[in-house]
């Protein structure tokens, strides 16, 4: 059955004329007998009493109509649903992204989500070594990483830059620093966080490299959960500007150079290379073009 016979089949059962129905359609009355005739030979079936003059439906009839109504319904809620896809008013956006890169991302899903409210973005955490091949079996749409992916089938655009910092209590002796050495650092009582990334990697490697001690005294399993034993002054913690942004502000925390680890670092949102994305996905990453630290 076609969809257009069924919808001049609705119109007739609805206007119970077949001319009626033929004028509400702007089609001739030829035509749309010939619908209802192509219906019921595909169904086996009369729909109409045609020693009727009202338009009455047979038992088929009536039971297509019920049935009729609802694929029409159906079929009509898919084209819309499709449309609002193209206008990017529906759909959904994944990133893949470890907890101190959702900081980086904030910006862009600010101004995407202004523009396009009715979309959802989906962060999910996620550790860097995993995203390449996440993008790759699209998993995710986007990552988020510190690093340049070796995958070909892979691109990527800048999201901005980050270092990392001792972050101390304003209090700390360290507090008025300008600089302190990796040798300093590794003296206090160091928070970090239990969960492996690149940033707490690339720390424990200088060490190892400089043959030097760090005091980890205590790990938590959230950037939070860091920053604030930091403030409460229960030590100090080697970790991205970019996280602490509004305890800086806020003069809660306070960020000393660490001369040997503060070499900027590109913060990249990471793609399939021409890959075709979804409508709301394309959308995504045209808003993070049109950002000015995009490249």
């Given amino acids: 059955m076609q969809l257009q016979d069924l919808a001049v089949f609705a119109t007739v059962a609805s206007e119970r004329s077949f001319s009626k129905a033929a004028k509400k359609l702007h089609r001739t009355q030829p035509a749309v007998s010939q619908a209802i005739?192509?219906?019921?030979?595909?169904?086996?079936?009369?729909?109409?009493?045609?020693?009727?003059?009202?338009g009455t439906l047979t038992e088929a009839g009536r039971l297509l109509r019920d049935y009729a109504g609802r694929l029409l319904t159906l079929a009509a809620d898919a084209e819309l649903a499709v449309r609002e896809l193209q206008e990017v008013r529906r759909g959904r956006v994944v990133i893949g992204a470890n907890e101190a890169a959702v900081h980086s991302l904030l910006p862009s899903i600010a101004r995407f989500g202004a523009a396009h409210p009715q979309i959802l973005i989906d962060v999910r955490r996620m550790a860097s070594r995993h995203i390449p091949a996440a993008i790759l079996d699209r998993t995710i749409d986007f990552g988020v990483l510190t690093f340049s992916p070796a995958e070909r089938a892979l691109n990527a655009i800048s999201l901005g830059h980050d270092e990392l910092v001792m972050l101390a209590h304003p209090g700390h002796r360290l507090a008025d620093r300008k600089r302190v050495s990796i040798q300093e650092v590794g003296t206090e009582t160091v928070i970090a966080h239990n969960d492996p990334s690149p940033a707490r990697d690339r720390v424990l490697r200088l060490y190892e490299r400089r043959h030097a001690a760090i005091n980890i005294r205590v790990a938590l399993p959230s950037l939070d959960g860091i920053k604030r034993a930091v403030e409460m002054g229960l030590g100090v913690a080697?970790?991205?500007?970019?996280?602490?942004?509004?305890e800086l502000a806020a003069g809660r925390l306070v960020a000393v150079?660490?001369?040997?680890?503060?070499?900027?670092r590109p913060v990249r949102l990471v793609f399939?290379?021409?890959?075709?994305?979804?409508?709301?996905?394309?959308?995504f990453l045209e808003t993070v073009r049109g950002l000015p630290q995009a490249s």
């Fill in 37 to 54: 005739k192509r219906l019921e030979q595909e169904l086996g079936d009369r729909l109409f009493d045609r020693s009727s003059r009202d």
């Fill in 272 to 283: 399939r290379r021409g890959a075709e994305l979804s409508h709301a996905a394309e959308a």
């Fill in 257 to 264: 150079k660490v001369p040997e680890l503060s070499a900027q």
């Fill in 238 to 246: 080697v970790l991205p500007r970019r996280v602490a942004l509004a």
